[in-house]
């Protein structure tokens, strides 16, 4: 039997394109920027499979021009690059990476919560220029964060893994806002309680988005939900971009209308609001919250994974669809 024909989108660990090459064709791509207009198509064409990233667009007009494509396995746990509707009724298998990237994830919200709230990058700046002349009762003061009231919007895994992390060692009282309740037990584990989304805005000292991206919930933080927020709050987006309204964010942040925040995604990154660039009291980092080694080597390793268990007909480890049947490629 001739080796499935994978295309890896983005460089990844070599040990993990020598792994998958032992069994599959593997083609890859090293293209340090965004995909031009019908580009990845190009690569795509001739190919069963595809290692993918949260940067490459899966639609039903690649799925159309892609005839033998019948899995693409994403380096990420959001798949919101998937058309799923579109990829399921074409017959294409899709898979994430999910659980291998929780506690890292939420390690990184915390620490951008932190850092925005205690203005440490503020303070990095101020002392890299050389301002640092003395010791004043109110330099760069900020906002507690132990013991005060975390909002979470987004109470899937990485959000009860914030959670454990807010009330177990920060002390901090927990409310949450979901598409669904959690089941007590699970919410005890948290020590979390579910409020209507206005409440959390009102009422919490600092807010983590952590939900998944649909246009449903594009500009779920808004100038309307900002302005519900407190003077003195922080806004935390590990989630994706558009889910904040980032122009209506700068001008908030700029106002004083919230205190800081900390962004890890952006509206059409790797592009960044110009207003978000010129605002001190922003943290702002390029999607990296999954990004230690050990972490980013098991996402990886789970996306060949699937990708392997696909082709050897075990069925993938960590599927996002279930496909229709699709006809035979020529
Ligand atoms: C990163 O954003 C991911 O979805 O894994």
Redesign the pocket.
């Known amino acids: 039997m001739t080796p499935a024909r994978i295309f890896i989108a983005r460089a990844i660990f070599p040990e993990v394109a020598q792994r998958l090459a032992q069994h599959c064709e593997v083609h890859q791509h090293s293209l340090g920027r965004p995909w031009a207009e019908g580009e990845l198509v190009q690569h795509l064409q001739g190919m069963d499979g595809a290692l993918t ?2 940067a490459e667009r899966i639609d039903a007009a690649l799925l159309a021009a892609c005839p033998r494509l019948r899995i693409v396995a ?6 919101n690059n998937f058309d799923v509707p579109a990829m399921t009724a074409a017959g294409v298998q899709g898979t ?2 999910p659980d291998v ?1 929780t506690e890292t ?1 939420a390690d990184f919200g915390f620490a951008l919560l932190l850092a925005a709230a205690r203005r440490m990058a503020e303070g990095e700046r101020y002392l890299r220029a050389g301002h640092w002349k003395e010791w004043r009762y109110d330099l760069l003061a900020g906002a507690e964060v132990h013991g005060t009231r975390l909002g979470i919007i987004g109470m899937g895994r990485i959000g009860q893994a914030i959670a454990r992390r807010a009330a177990h060692g920060f002390g901090m009282e927990v409310v949450y806002h979901n598409r669904s309740r959690l089941e007590p037990a699970l919410e005890a584990a948290c020590r979390a309680r579910y409020v209507g989304k206005e409440e959390l805005l009102r009422t919490a000292d600092h807010v983590m988005l952590v939900l998944p991206y649909s246009s449903a919930v594009h500009h779920t933080i808004g100038a309307a939900e900002l302005a519900l927020m407190k003077t003195t709050a922080t806004l935390v987006n ?3 971009g558009g889910i904040v309204d980032d122009a209506a964010l700068a001008q908030a942040l700029r106002a004083g209308r919230i205190a800081a925040a900390g962004l ?2 952006f509206e059409g990154e790797p592009a960044v609001h110009p207003d978000l660039l010129t605002v001190p009291n922003v943290v702002l980092t390029p ?1 990296i ?2 990004a230690t080694v050990r972490t980013r080597l098991a ?1 990886a390793q789970l996306a060949a994974d699937n990708l392997i268990a696909f082709f050897e007909g075990r069925g993938p480890l960590t599927p996002v669809n279930t496909p229709l049947p699709r006809p035979p490629a020529e």
């Open positions: 990233t949260g994403n380096m990420a746990v959001g798949y994430n990476t990237l994830t590990i989630a994706r890890d995604v999607h919250a999954s996402m």
